[in-house]
């Protein structure tokens, strides 16, 4: 038979646990009211489950005019793409071609030179000029190769210039390589055209200079290549941009359904 002191101490008991199971189960990770387990005397805890998202009706299919639209839209930018690739491509080649027809005509220029000295020389025609040819007394047989060689020392220089002020689009194309390279075998024809008509006196404002001073003067005139080529780079940035009487502009096929 239970006494009231042993009902006392199992009550205290019973309260003790209850206290202690409560304390437990909020000092944990899972936070408040979320039982870890049951404790005397207590309800069991509701159970949350996950977060379910509303559901989201699918969008409203486009009527056929839309449909109509978009692809005219699609159309008409494919179109606009395909007509800058196309230019840029064309562009493109002419600048290698150029350049590669300007090397070849360096290389035969070098080459008549080798075999005949005096067919393009390079000697002041003040003879008190000492010396008055780029190898001394008398033209040499490489006189034209090395002095064009410093004039596409010179397009180097001017190709240089270039690719660190050139602006990289995003696009499958680019201009700028094609560019710079033109800029090489056009320093070096050009130097070798410009010391020709210095040399000779032709300028009338620019004295013939001696041998020694060729190399430096050569150089100048590749550089100086720059002047003639501002305008291919001028022409190449604009079809970069896209700026072309030949652009397609929009055309909407059912103009009185749009306002």
Known sequence: MWTSDHRYSVQHVQAN?????????????????????PCPG????????PAVAPPVDPPAPADPTTRQTLKEI??????YNAGQHY???TYRNMLLATAAGLFILY??????????????????SNAALKP???????????DIFLLGFAGLVGGAVGALILLLSVNVSGGPFTLAIAQALLKLPAGATISLVGLFVLQHGTLGILMPQSGNALVAWAILFGVGQQA????????????????????????????????
Request: charge should be positive; aromatic fraction near 4%; glycine fraction near 10%.
């Open 132 to 142: 008055p040819c780029p190898s001394g007394a008398t033209p040499g047989a490489g």
């Open 107 to 124: 290389l035969v220029l070098s080459l008549v030179g080798w075999r005949d000295p005096n067919f393009l020389s390079l000697c002041a």
């Open 17 to 37: 646990a209850h206290a202690s199971c409560t304390y437990i189960t909020n000092s944990t990770s899972r936070g408040p009211g979320t039982d870890c387990c």
């Open 74 to 79: 699609a159309e008409t930018i494919g179109q």
């Open 87 to 89: 230019r840029a491509r």
């Open 42 to 49: 207590a309800a069991p805890a509701a159970v949350v489950g």
């Open 228 to 259: 003639v080529t501002q305008t291919i780079d001028k022409r190449a940035n604009a079809i970069m941009a896209g700026g072309s009487s030949a652009t397609p502009a929009p055309v909407v096929a059912n103009p009185s359904a749009h306002p």
